[in-house]
């Protein structure tokens, strides 16, 4: 009876996993087109009504970016989420968490993401752009890495930064700055 029951249970819990993760079916609009605004896939058919969350930042050394899985099977475990680098071979940096308000279930490959920063280390702002490599699954999160050479160390700090969101053909879907770089942008500060 016990086995009975928990098969039962296994199988009541797989079809609610299975149903709870399909997409809905997609939505007509007048002369029954299809409606591509709101589809899935970041970049595709989804480039409308995203909006980045928050953007948090940290310095991460290699070690931190590594998991115990990733010391067994020599493979990068990124949790689900997409990580793009700077410099892709190098791991200690600055990293953007960068969290949409919308759960994508996929980001197009060749997508563009922009990054603008203004730091401690540098007069100058430098800006960064990321190509998605190919079509990956989201988790709501895309973690930025200023790798390498691109972030002087753990003494540098993040004082201004800028991030868009574009398709492949180069259509803004989303974008957002910080405070500091928004009054950059209306001329209220100016960089020296």
């Known amino acids: 009876m016990k086995q ?13 996993a ?15 087109k299809i409606d591509t605004s709101k589809g899935s896939i970041l970049g595709v058919d989804r480039n409308s009504d995203v909006e980045i ?5 940290k310095y991460m050394d290699d070690i931190d970016t590594r998991s115990i899985g990733e010391a067994l099977t020599g493979d990068e475990y990124t949790h689900g989420f997409l990580t793009l680098r700077s410099q892709p071979k190098e ?12 759960a994508a279930e996929d980001i197009a490959m060749g997508c563009q993401i922009e990054l603008s920063v203004d730091s401690t280390a540098s007069a ?28 002087k160390g753990r003494n540098d700090r993040v004082n201004a930064w ?5 398709t492949p053909s180069g259509k803004v879907i989303t974008q957002k700055q910080s405070w500091l770089w928004s009054l950059r942008e209306d001329g209220k500060v100016e960089k020296k």
């Open 53 to 57: 969350s928050y953007v948090y930042t």
């Open 162 to 166: 800028k991030i868009v969101i574009k």
């Open 18 to 32: 299975l149903s709870a993760c399909s997409s809905p079916a997609p939505e007509l609009e007048a002369g029954g």
């Open 124 to 151: 100058l702002t430098r800006s960064y752009n990321f190509t998605v490599p190919a079509t990956h699954s989201l988790l709501r999160e895309i973690k930025l890495g200023l790798t390498g050479s691109d972030w």
């Open 4 to 16: 009975k029951l928990s098969a039962l249970i296994s199988v009541l819990a797989l079809a609610f």
């Open 91 to 102: 791991r200690a940096g600055m990293y953007f968490f960068v969290m949409l308000d919308w």
